[in-house]
């Protein structure tokens, strides 16, 4: 794999763990606390900290 492969890879497991971790958490509170938006909640969350993440690991490149 090439340098540009990898960071493609680095970006879809960055996005895909930031969801499935936070999209969890939330799923979590949801379950334990009856409610239903916290899914909701951590997916964003999720998503804005992969972003965030990706945004200052490859964006200075």
């Known amino acids: 794999m090439n340098k ?5 890879w680095s970006i879809f497991g ?3 763990s930031g ?3 936070w999209g969890g958490v939330g ?3 949801d379950r334990f606390l009856g409610t239903g938006f916290f899914l909701l ?4 969350v ?4 992969a972003i965030t ?3 200052y690991r ?3 490149e």
């Open 53 to 55: 993440i990706i945004w």
């Open 14 to 16: 960055y996005l895909l």
């Open 41 to 44: 909640i951590g997916l964003v």
């Open 19 to 21: 969801l499935l971790v």
């Open 27 to 29: 799923w979590a509170l």
């Open 4 to 8: 540009d492969e990898n960071a493609v």
């Open 46 to 49: 999720g998503a804005g900290a």
């Open 58 to 60: 490859f964006g200075r």
